[in-house]
């Protein structure tokens, strides 16, 4: 008994000793969350914190969209045409898609050379099923997404079950399946599709009703506010710093200005593009699942340490083949909006720049390519800065040559960007 008099007299003393100490413990609260807290002087502080760590972002980007933007239309007047932009939106979907399965990749800091082939092989069995077979085009779809889908798994077994290396299993499977695609549309190596048909009007359909474009930007400005509002309630419920109802609404504003200038540019061309609207409920439905889910945060903890991730109790194989198998399947559906632009499936599907533009658009977008950074939306933001450019030397009539030249010191600049925030994000400890 005396022992544990004696034991409780010291913690007391203890407790009576160091008051402060005990409540900094129990109170201490990382500062860069009281920030959502601080308003506008919160985020200028922020923002200079950020910009001090190399901690970018996807400022460069935008900028770049805005000085693409401005020296084009300067250069010609029917850059920012509703018609030019439109067509820049749906041009930039085929591509966008193949992007965001890389950013999974990315985000392991690996990479798929694969994709470029097996979206032209997608697209090849989809037009035989459809065409030479008779299935309905939407059962023909679904069958060459899960090909797609099949054959990412397949070469994450080969990476993460197997131990060869991603690069060589992706090198080969560009091989393989550029072959595979070759041989299944045959002597012809075309495959005409019905432009009007469920793959053909994935890039020709638009809601012409001009309620279509405007109520998508009301709908999508009011989920925002909702989703944001609610969830500063809960973090103030139970005492967890919250961003004020000032800063939501600013930031509905700024969303609801973005979106109802798309959907009045829409509106005095043809209307909404059904494309466009496929694109960002994919873009939605994957950052919801990078940010809100476990397995979304295996992913990103993959990315930073492999071992770390093993000992937290991680299943390591079977994240890196799922994350393989995302990016096939996002490969497959990028090939059918690329077959439905040219409503045909040909020898020429997967090949060219795509691979290229495909990886460059992620990593101009803000995805690092040593992983374990980027969002899905990374996708969104480079891809438009790649057909942004090559729409508007497109306009100017630049040869073919001078555009791969451009895009690729588009792409190395970015490249060097990420590797010099990185230094300075190791350098201010942060990386």
Request: aromatic share 8%; glycine share 10%.
């Amino acid at each position: 008994m005396s022992a544990e008099k004696t034991s409780t007299t010291a913690q007391d003393e203890h407790a009576v000793e160091n008051p402060e100490a005990a409540a900094a413990a129990v109170t201490a609260v990382d500062p860069r969350l009281l920030v959502q807290e601080q308003g506008l002087a919160g985020y200028l502080g922020e923002f200079k914190r950020k910009m001090k760590a190399g901690e970018l972002g996807s400022l460069p980007v935008i900028l770049g969209l805005i000085v693409i933007c401005v020296v084009f239309q300067s250069l010609n007047s029917a850059f920012l045409s509703a018609e030019n932009l439109s067509n820049i939106t749906i041009t930039m979907v085929g591509t966008g898609m193949i992007s965001v399965g890389i950013v999974f990749v990315l985000l392991l800091g690996e990479i798929d050379l694969s994709v470029g082939s097996v979206s032209g092989a997608s697209s090849a069995i989809a037009a035989v099923l459809a065409v030479n077979q008779g299935w309905p085009e939407w059962a023909a779809v679904i069958f060459a997404i899960a090909a797609g889908a099949a054959i990412g798994a397949a070469h994450g077994f080969f990476f993460a079950v197997l131990g060869a290396p991603a690069f060589a299993v992706t090198l080969a499977g560009l091989l393989f399946w550029l072959g595979f695609m070759l041989q299944t549309l045959g002597e012809n190596g075309t495959i005409n599709l019905d432009s009007d048909g469920f793959i053909g009007q994935l890039t020709t359909y638009h809601f012409t009703d001009v309620a279509a474009a405007y109520g998508l930007a009301a709908v999508v400005t009011a989920l925002f506010f909702i989703t944001s509002f609610l969830g500063n309630r809960r973090r103030e419920s139970v005492g967890i710093p919250f961003r004020p109802l000032s800063d939501t609404l600013l930031r509905t504003v700024l969303l609801g200005v973005v979106s109802f200038a798309a959907a009045i540019m829409y509106n005095q061309y043809k209307g909404l593009p059904l494309a466009t609207v496929i694109f960002l409920v994919f873009l939605v439905a994957t950052d919801f699942v990078l940010r809100r889910t476990s397995y979304g945060r295996k992913v990103f903890a993959l990315g930073g340490s492999v071992e770390a991730s093993r000992r937290a109790g991680i299943n390591v194989t079977a994240v890196r083949i799922s994350v393989f198998a995302i990016s096939g399947g996002f490969a497959a559906i990028g090939g059918l909006f690329l077959a439905s632009k040219i409503a045909s499936a040909n020898q020429s599907a997967g090949t060219g720049d795509l691979l290229m533009n495909a990886i460059a658009a992620a990593v101009i977008g803000g995805t690092s390519l040593f992983g374990g950074r980027g969002r899905t939306w990374n996708a969104l933001l480079g891809v438009l800065v790649i057909v942004s450019i090559q729409y508007g030397l497109q306009l100017e009539s630049i040869a073919e040559p001078v555009k791969y030249m451009i895009t690729a010191g588009v792409l190395l600049t970015t490249v060097v960007i990420d590797s010099i925030t990185r230094k300075t994000q190791k350098t201010a400890g942060r990386a």
